[in-house]
């Protein structure tokens, strides 16, 4: 008899991100009928690494889903945005996938 691996432990996986929606897909909805829209997010940044300023420039695949997913298919393309939510595996289990689940406008009021 084969014993269950053992549970990871519970863990934090939240992300914050500020950037611009660079890609939008048309909304769609999941099997369970919720409008669900993907996204490519374009952020730059100066961070430190070691005490040494280090620039950061990225794209990264995320989805929204639900109210989340009406009120981000709403942003302007170059608007500044605060994005919060988590990572997940890829639907191909090919990378990761930023899962929104709030964003606020920069210049504007918070969208949850």
């Known amino acids: 008899m084969t014993s269950a691996a053992p549970a990871a ?4 996986n939240r992300l914050s991100l500020s950037g611009v929606v660079k890609e939008r897909s048309a909304l769609r909805h999941t099997p369970a009928g919720l ?7 374009e ?6 690494e070691e005490g040494v300023p280090r620039r950061v420039t990225m794209d990264c695949k995320a989805v929204c889903i639900g109210t989340t997913a009406v009120k981000a298919q709403q942003l302007a393309m170059d608007e ?5 939510g988590f990572l997940a595996p890829a639907r191909n289990g090919r990378g990761l996938v930023f899962h929104i689940t709030s964003l606020q406008r920069l210049n504007g009021p918070t969208s949850d």
Request: aromatic content about 4%; hydrophobic content about 45%; cysteine-free.
């Open 35 to 41: 409008p669900a829209l993907d996204l490519v997010l």
């Open 43 to 48: 952020h730059q940044s100066v961070v430190q």
């Open 9 to 12: 432990p519970a863990g934090t």
């Open 80 to 84: 500044p945005v605060d994005f919060q």
